[in-house]
């Protein structure tokens, strides 16, 4: 998170020199306190962002650097998400124990363990990769890798990608995962700049961060995510690619051990000029997402992407998919 957090002040700094910048506070949040169990089970929306919060509406701290990921659809109301920073490589890695490197998955022993605590990752690469076992694990990523390296618990462990670079670990990926193997989360990859909604000095001060085809493909994931009310308790997973002014989505849901699946993608044209839009269209909110200087109907083209999507989904049995994996997760 600090690292993170360093990498957007770092861009604020360069963009206004005259501005001084404070990193004011670490905090510690729910997510990070609770470490023995897992993410799916702790059933609070704002695992990582509640504390955080808190303190932007206090006026303590200004705004706010996220994980994309992390934060919810929808925002709690008086806060929107003012930046979308350029997405690292989104794709999750592996990375394997000392002794397995140089492997891939499919060539790890039979009934090798592998680490991670994502619902989508297991329930994808337990379809694809029946012979090996999931485990849940917990921590940073400091602590993950710890875990991996000095016990001999686990063969693997899957990581995000992007995760791994920021902190400058990128030689500890054994294996990347296409989008084939493992459709990545909603969001994965790239940082968000939360702000207090009213606040159109900051709100234009950050603004300047957004990278135009991150945002637009951020929308259209968090819309699909939105509309079938997917969280952490749930394995939900998209791909995007922007090209040619064409927007594609592929959308999934999964069962908990990825034998039931629905998985569909459709495309949109996202190539709109941008207009001066004057007056109270300025500040609409987009899954939470406010981007003035990324063309409104790109934006809404973006965001329909991701229903239509998610509707497709839904008319052909999501729903009991996703209600079949939330109740077997609650009663784990």
């Not at 605590?117 to 890798?145: H, V, Y």
């Not at 990859?189 to 990278?211: C, F, P, T, W, Y």
């Amino acid at each position: 998170a600090r690292i993170q957090t360093d990498s957007v002040v770092e861009m604020l700094r360069e963009l206004y020199p005259a501005l001084s910048f404070e990193i004011a506070v670490a905090m510690s949040t729910t997510g990070d306190k609770i470490l023995d169990t897992a993410l799916s089970k702790i059933g609070e929306k704002s695992l990582f962002t509640k504390e955080l919060e808190n303190a932007l509406e206090r006026n303590e701290v200004d705004l706010v650097v996220h994980s994309l990921k992390d934060l919810p659809t929808s925002l709690p109301p008086g806060f929107t998400i003012g930046a979308v920073c350029k997405r690292e490589n989104p794709l999750d890695a592996v990375v394997f124990h000392p002794k397995s490197c140089g492997k891939t998955l499919s060539l790890l022993p039979e009934k090798s363990v592998i680490g991670t605590s994502s619902l989508r990752r297991a329930a994808q690469l337990k379809k694809k990769f029946p012979q090996l076992e999931f485990r849940d694990i917990r921590g940073n990523l400091n602590t993950r890798l710890k875990k991996l390296d000095e016990k001999e618990d686990f063969s693997a462990i899957i990581l995000a990608a992007a995760g791994l670079k920021r902190m400058g670990w990128e030689n500890r990926i054994g294996q990347l995962l296409s989008p084939e193997d493992c459709l990545y989360a909603v969001g994965q990859g790239a940082l968000a700049v939360e702000v207090r909604a009213k606040d159109q000095e900051i709100l234009n001060m950050v603004s300047a961060l957004h990278d135009a085809d991150t945002v637009l493909r951020c929308i259209a994931e968090r819309a699909f995510m939105k509309r079938l009310e997917g969280g952490c308790s749930v394995p939900v997973a998209v791909n995007t690619v922007l090209k040619d002014g064409q927007l594609y989505l592929t959308g999934a849901v999964y069962s908990l051990d990825g034998s039931d699946s629905l998985k569909e993608t459709m495309q949109t044209s996202v190539h709109y000029p941008q207009q001066n839009e004057d007056g109270p269209n300025d500040d609409v909110q987009r899954v939470g997402i406010t981007a003035k200087n990324v063309p409104a109907q790109a934006q809404e083209a973006a965001e329909n992407l991701g229903v239509r999507v998610a509707s497709l989904l839904l008319s052909k049995g999501a729903k009991h998919i996703l209600s079949v994996a939330r109740q077997l997760n609650d009663a784990h």
